[in-house]
């Protein structure tokens, strides 16, 4: 299992994947905007999406887990 | 002229419109959302009303809550600074409608401008040398791609209601083009509601150079001469000077003659009034027009260094009815200027980097000014963009300052967050800055970590 987590402080702008679904390295899971800027946070292996820690919107830091993925 | 000013902005351009205010003997309103209720420009002011939350659409975008807020501050003009609010024609109608001074241009003119692929034409008819490409907007991907076959790869596509880079890509070969036109529109009406896009051939070296213009709608309209805004991320200026070092000792005279001129063409041909900003593209020695900027520029300061003209001054003596007394041949440069753009990002990897400054001691000395949005202790946050201060310096020529830019940026002090100061200092060292030879992909081939 791993924690897919926010690589900058910001919001979540849209959530690309649904709990169940399939994904490879390098998907992208969310998109999180900061500074006028959009950062789509992948993952970082292939995986299925166990859970999502986050909705649209929802302020972040820097280090929280946004996705948990199992293998 | 106005009494009350209301400033639907925010950070350094908001406190630097209420200094040139409260110095004209105007009184000054602040809007604020709850993100920046603690920041300078908010204390600053002579009265200050809250207008939302921290998103801008709820805020500095909300053209009911800013209107609402002149109601309740009884203000009777508005400026809106850059960014936000600034080029919609909308709000500008908006505050005419209820009885308040806009300060800048028409709103006919902004809404010949706003459409870049109309402003374009527009251009083109009033004999501006245009960047080889589409007449209009391109009706759909088949279409884009008779285009790109007749105006030749590898082209730009660019969204018609774009800006700041956004809804912009480039295509090298069909292939490309039908990813980018795709993601163009996409991106187009993602941000700006509208998917209209149209393509430019695409330099592969250019300068980008674009004049100051100011008018006041009264028969009077002059060029502020020339900045050159090179040094670009993203399509995201980075670094700006006045002049450009194209024209250093009276070098391209007669190329810099024929783009003020075009920039006067351009900006007549728009019905332009108050202060704006013609873009060109200058490569192998012809220059092509790219936009007008309805809307006072995050650079304009090195215009002021270097001209003595206050500009922000100008804007609030014209949209109050006042004729612009200064003359063409008035306008003379003295010295060069360059302006940092002090950004919250990592320097290396480009990333935004918000936080609060422990640390925040701007640099002092000769020809140096600090615009800045924020002071020591204060919390920047992730909802806008990241530019915590403008470095200002000014020298007798180009090479001295640079070499006082490079003792301010070593001792301009920042931390609690990652800015891109390390990023300035790798330009301001780098030889083809210094020798002036610059393109808009300077960045990508030099001053790297």
Known sequence: MSDVAAHITGTVWKVEVTVGQKVSAGEVLVILESMKMEMPVEAPDPGVVKEIRCQPSQPVNEGDVLVVLDP | MIRRLLIANRGEIARRINRVALGMGLETVAVYSDADAGLPHVR????????GPPPPRESYLDIEALLDAARRSGADGVHPGYGFVSESAEFARACTAAGLTFVGPPPEAMARMKDKARARVLAGEAGVPL???????????????????????PVLVKAAGGGGGIGMAVAGNAAELEKAFRQSADRARAAFGREGVYLESYFPAPRHIEFQVIGDGQGQLIHVLERECSIQRRHQKVVEEAGSALFLEG???GLLAAMGKAALAAASAFGYANAGTVEFLVSDGGFYFIEMNARLQVEHPVTELTTGLDLIGWQLRIASGERLTVKQEDVRRTGHALEFRIYAEDPVRFLPSPGRLAVFRPPEGDGVRVDAGYGEGDLV??????LLAKLIVAGRTRDEAIDRSERALEGFRVEGIRTNIPLHLRIVRDRTFRDGSLDTHFLEHHAKA
């Open chain 2, 381 to 386: 946050t992730p909802y806008y963009d990241p």
């Open chain 2, 251 to 253: 070098r391209n005279a």
């Open chain 2, 131 to 153: 960047v080889p490409g589409s007449a209009g907007v391109v009706a759909d991907a088949r279409a884009a791609a008779a285009e790109a076959e007749r105006i030749g790869y």
């Open chain 2, 44 to 51: 600053e002011a002579s009265q200050a009303v809250r207008i």
